[in-house]
């Protein structure tokens, strides 16, 4: 099984501020890789996949990067609304696997 | 407008069984695999199942293969998930997801099921 380890588990920023996201597998899942956004209450979202693609209606601001084992969700500048959980999730192999997340707090 | 709606969760016996539906709309549900994903309350995301659009592939998480079966009916544009022997781990929201080229782009608003005696 494909492990996901995101960091960090919490970030706290500003709205304005970049934020720079980590996932990193324990094995190559070349540019398989997604990542999506959870608000409380709601069910996940997808906003990127093929480790750099935006879904259809994801702002610019969201870009994902990486191949391989090592992938980075950016967010160039955050809203009041991107204040969330963020999961990568890989279908490079089965089972597909998500990671532990990465809380974007309000600073 | 694409819509999943998830029915069939509650409060259920450990040993016992379930069966969720998920009814799609907007969109045309033969042609996409369809999955099953969970969260335990307070973590994270568990994906628990998939069956391709055809019914002709399954494929299961280990923590419920054996015990669990995923189906659709495309006449009735429905995904179901019967789950068996159920256990107190099992207790999670169960999102229902369309999915797109292995990754999951719609997601349904997902039924609780809790595990208890």
């Known amino acids: 099984e494909i492990v996901l380890t995101q960091s960090p588990a919490t970030l706290s920023l500003s709205p304005g501020e970049r934020a720079t996201l980590s996932c990193r597998a324990s094995q190559s899942v070349s540019s398989y890789l997604a990542w999506y956004q959870q608000k409380p209450g709601q069910a996940p979202r997808l906003l990127i996949y093929g480790a750099s693609n935006r879904a259809t209606g994801i702002p610019a601001r969201f870009s994902g990067s990486g191949s391989g084992t090592d992938f980075t969700l950016t967010i160039s500048s955050l809203e009041p609304e991107d204040f969330a959980v963020y999961y990568c999730q890989q279908r490079g192999d089965w089972p597909l696997t998500f990671g532990g997340g990465t809380k974007v707090e309000i600073k | 407008e694409e819509q999943l709606l998830e029915s069939g969760g509650g409060l259920l016996q450990p040993g016992g069984s379930l069966r969720l539906s998920c009814a799609a709309s907007g969109f045309t549900f033969r042609s996409y695999a369809m999955s099953w994903v969970r969260q335990a309350p307070g973590k994270g995301l568990e994906w628990v199942s998939t069956v391709t659009g055809n019914s002709e592939v399954t494929y299961y998480a280990d923590s419920v293969k054996g015990r669990s079966t995923i189906s659709r009916d495309n006449s009735k544009n429905t995904l179901y998930l019967q789950l068996n022997n159920l256990r107190a781990e099992d207790t999670a929201i169960y999102y229902c997801?369309?999915?797109?080229?292995?990754?999951?782009?719609?997601w349904g608003r997902g039924t609780l099921v809790t595990v208890s005696s």
């Open positions: 997801a369309r999915v797109l080229i292995r990754y999951f782009d719609l």
